[in-house]
């Protein structure tokens, strides 16, 4: 796991000043104590990481689930009973990880998701810019169109044009100003460039700024537009941000409805995640889906001991590791250490952070993810393509991230459906002589009730007096449906004068008395 430790590191560090804020705001987002969101990210790098078959993934709390939460805290009664909902989740996690149930991710169009990683970087680049300009009024972590604060995507950033920080702004600009150069241009150079990463070089230097420009009305950062990392006084108030679950409240029913909601939506953001960073990791390496499934349960059975959030492999850090280079778990791990470390031994150092800088961090990985060459690629692939891509994209930027899978998603089975009903069969006219038609019509290999419409429409259009050859040799799979339908048109067959020859492998039938009959005994073959 170590092999690539000069790899890894680095993309750890760049991974860590991803998570900070990311944790921090979506505990506020969610309605949580802030360092429930950080003990989700270091239970999702450390633990997580260690048991997760995914090698590049990174897990922590996921924007997805901050409006689950938020509700569920005030259904339930207070956030420990929530905790009790979370430890629930992650078990139910465990049992879909042994059923099985991570083959779904299999079945997720390729649009579909790319179009989620697109959609994600247009989001990342829109949240961030208020940010970017010193306006801070909505967490980090909100990813949702309709935000928390009661303000929408646009609306806020229209915002922030009103209230831009001087201060703020420039250090933004200096720091991806140096992102570009470092990635552009001084990794190309020497070795050393690789080794010390760009975000870090950007973090220390916005520290420097806003120390040496406290106080500066006019160019200072005000505390608002700094990392905000609970300080503990000791041991014994370090101690304190934990919370623990409350078990007298497992027997409320609206616990389990709120567990199975966590277990269900966590485990399909995970899924989804694990598809897209696989088809980002540059060694196209595959993640085994129910072995994840598994690791993310025993996550979030431990952060809900412990007063975490709940916890899913999320695409916006995992995405952050893969552009900086990171080629292992040990990534995921070590980041997770770095988040434990330095909320106990550098809290303060933490708190100087400017989020100015932290966004601009962000603008480089969100448009990595969206780059506008993907959206020519896309379309040059097809509108079968283009347009599930698209209502992906536009569905994230303009809802949610589950929202516009689920409308992609959609849009990709119809497309599905209309591929299904092209290519059930492939029609010949061979003779029109006499005034006699002789047609043959060959069966695919797969032949299901989503064809039906084609063939019954072909069938129903077949003129008096015709003569089909129904070749069926290829087809390994067809649907008792469509079998159902052929018992049917011979009866209208008859009266129309229609004569149906079957060619199939185990001979050749004119007009058999019974359909159903016939491919019943046709012999199975092997897949």
């Known amino acids: 796991m170590f092999k690539y430790i000069k790899n890894d590191l680095p993309a750890s560090i760049v991974v860590f000043f991803v998570a900070l804020p990311l944790c921090l705001?979506?505990?506020?987002?969610?309605?949580?104590?802030?360092?429930?969101?950080?003990?989700?990210?270091?239970?999702?790098?450390?633990?997580?990481?260690a048991l997760s078959g995914s090698h590049i993934g990174v897990s922590g709390p996921a924007a997805g689930l901050a409006a689950i939460v938020l509700?569920?805290?005030?259904?339930?009664?207070?956030?420990?009973?929530?905790?009790?909902?979370?430890?629930?989740g992650g078990i139910i996690q465990l049992i879909f990880g042994f059923l099985k149930a991570g083959i779904i991710a299999y079945y997720f169009p390729s649009s579909v998701i790319k179009?989620?990683?697109?959609?994600?970087?247009?989001?990342?680049?829109?949240?961030?810019?208020?940010?970017?300009?010193?306006?801070?009024?909505?967490?980090?972590?909100?990813?949702?169109?309709?935000?928390?604060?009661?303000?929408?995507t646009f609306s806020e950033i229209i915002n922030s044009i009103n209230f831009i920080s001087p201060g703020a702004t420039l250090i933004a600009v200096v720091a991806l100003a140096i992102l570009i150069l470092w990635g552009q241009v001084l990794t190309k150079k020497s070795k050393i460039f690789e080794l010390i990463q760009g975000p870090l070089v950007a973090v220390v230097i916005g520290i420097v700024y806003y120390s040496f420009t406290q106080g500066n009305g006019t160019w200072g950062i005000s505390s608002d537009h700094l990392v905000k990392v609970p300080v503990?006084?000791?041991?014994?108030?370090?101690?304190?941000?934990?919370?623990?679950p409350n078990f007298s409240a497992i027997s409320n029913p609206e616990v389990w409805v709120t567990a199975f909601t966590i277990a269900l939506v966590a485990s399909l953001e995970t899924l989804l995640c694990v598809e897209a960073t696989d088809k980002l990791d540059p060694e196209k390496r595959t993640t085994p889906t129910n072995r994840e499934l598994r690791a993310q349960g025993v996550g979030n059975m431990l952060?809900?001991?412990?007063?975490?959030?709940?916890?899913?492999?999320?695409?916006?850090?995992?995405?952050?590791?893969?552009?900086?280079?990171?080629?292992?778990?040990?990534?995921?791990?070590?980041?997770?250490?770095?988040?434990?470390?330095?909320?106990?031994?550098?809290?303060?150092?933490?708190?100087?952070?400017?989020?100015?800088?932290?966004?601009?961090?962000?603008?480089?990985?969100?448009?990595?993810l969206a780059k506008p060459s993907l959206?020519?690629?896309?379309?040059?692939?097809?509108?079968?393509?283009?347009?599930?891509?698209?209502?992906?994209?536009?569905?994230?930027?303009?809802?949610?991230?589950?929202?516009?899978?689920?409308?992609?998603?959609?849009?990709?089975?119809?497309?599905?459906?209309?591929?299904?009903?092209q290519n059930s069969h492939f029609l010949h006219i061979e003779d029109k002589s006499n005034g006699?038609?002789?047609?043959?019509?060959?069966?695919?290999?797969?032949?299901?009730?989503?064809?039906?419409?084609?063939?019954?429409?072909?069938?129903d259009s077949l003129p008096e007096n015709s003569y089909l050859e129904l070749d069926v040799r290829k087809t390994r799979f067809l649907d008792n449906d469509i079998v159902e339908i052929l018992e049917d048109f011979s009866s209208k067959a008859?009266?129309?004068?229609?004569?149906?020859?079957?060619?199939?492998?185990?001979?050749?039938?004119?007009?058999?008395?019974?359909?159903?009959?016939?491919?019943?005994?046709?012999?199975?073959?092997?897949a």
Do not use: C
């Open 25 to 49: 705001g979506i505990a506020l987002a969610s309605g949580a104590p802030l360092f429930s969101g950080l003990i989700a990210g270091i239970i999702g790098g450390i633990v997580v990481g």
């Open 71 to 88: 509700t569920a805290i005030g259904t339930l009664g207070g956030y420990q009973n929530f905790l009790v909902a979370v430890v629930l």
């Open 115 to 152: 179009g989620m990683l697109t959609g994600i970087g247009i989001i990342i680049i829109l949240k961030q810019i208020p940010h970017f300009f010193g306006y801070d009024s909505d967490p980090e972590g909100d990813w949702a169109f309709f935000q928390v604060d009661g303000e929408n």
């Open 232 to 244: 503990p006084d000791s041991f014994e108030s370090f101690m304190g941000f934990f919370s623990f």
């Open 303 to 368: 952060s809900g001991l412990v007063g975490g959030l709940p916890v899913t492999q999320v695409i916006v850090r995992s995405s952050a590791n893969i552009q900086s280079g990171g080629k292992t778990k040990a990534s995921a791990i070590i980041h997770g250490f770095f988040l434990l470390g330095s909320v106990i031994l550098i809290p303060t150092l933490l708190n100087m952070i400017p989020l100015s800088v932290l966004a601009a961090i962000l603008f480089i990985v969100g448009y990595k």
């Open 375 to 421: 959206f020519k690629t896309m379309y040059q692939s097809g509108w079968k393509q283009f347009v599930p891509f698209m209502v992906t994209v536009v569905g994230i930027v303009f809802t949610d991230l589950l929202v516009g899978i689920s409308l992609g998603l959609g849009v990709g089975i119809v497309v599905v459906l209309i591929k299904s009903y």
């Open 436 to 459: 006699a038609h002789k047609i043959k019509m060959t069966l695919a290999e797969e032949v299901t009730f989503f064809n039906k419409g084609a063939i019954l429409k072909e069938l």
């Open 494 to 526: 008859k009266s129309r004068n229609i004569d149906i020859k079957i060619i199939s492998e185990k001979g050749e039938v004119e007009n058999p008395d019974s359909y159903i009959e016939f491919f019943n005994l046709r012999p199975k073959k092997s």
